[in-house]
């Protein structure tokens, strides 16, 4: 959480899984900070969106440049919370967009091509364990 009480989309995730497990989340591994290295790290997704994703941890993906070589790359996390009767997934998340507050909302309907799929919170849970979350030794 940012020192003015907003979140990114990835901080938005470790916050609620820390404040769940009543630990700080500064003891959250750092190199699973980011979007990308929890959609790496985990390994296990899933690609199809129905009732058992809800709860689930779903990516979306946005082309990254440097000016000569792009790619797509995950770049967004959001918690799934169902779908809407057209089937876009609504999610609570937080991103620059909305100034770094927390909101539930169906993501934008241009955005549903660019949607990775979803990791399972209790995988990604494992997988900070093993880095060293709770006290954990690798």
Known sequence: MGQDGTFDCSGLVIHAISRVL???SV????N???TRQMWHAVGERRTELDAESTGMLLVTRRLWTDGINSALVPA???VLTGMTDGGVPITIQAQAAYEGAVVERPIRTERV???LGTLSVSRLLEVAYYCGFLGAEA
């Open 113 to 115: 091509s660019d949607i």
């Open 76 to 78: 967004h996390i959001s």
């Open 27 to 30: 003891e959250w591994p750092r």
């Open 22 to 24: 009543d630990v700080p």
């Open 32 to 34: 699973l900070r980011h």
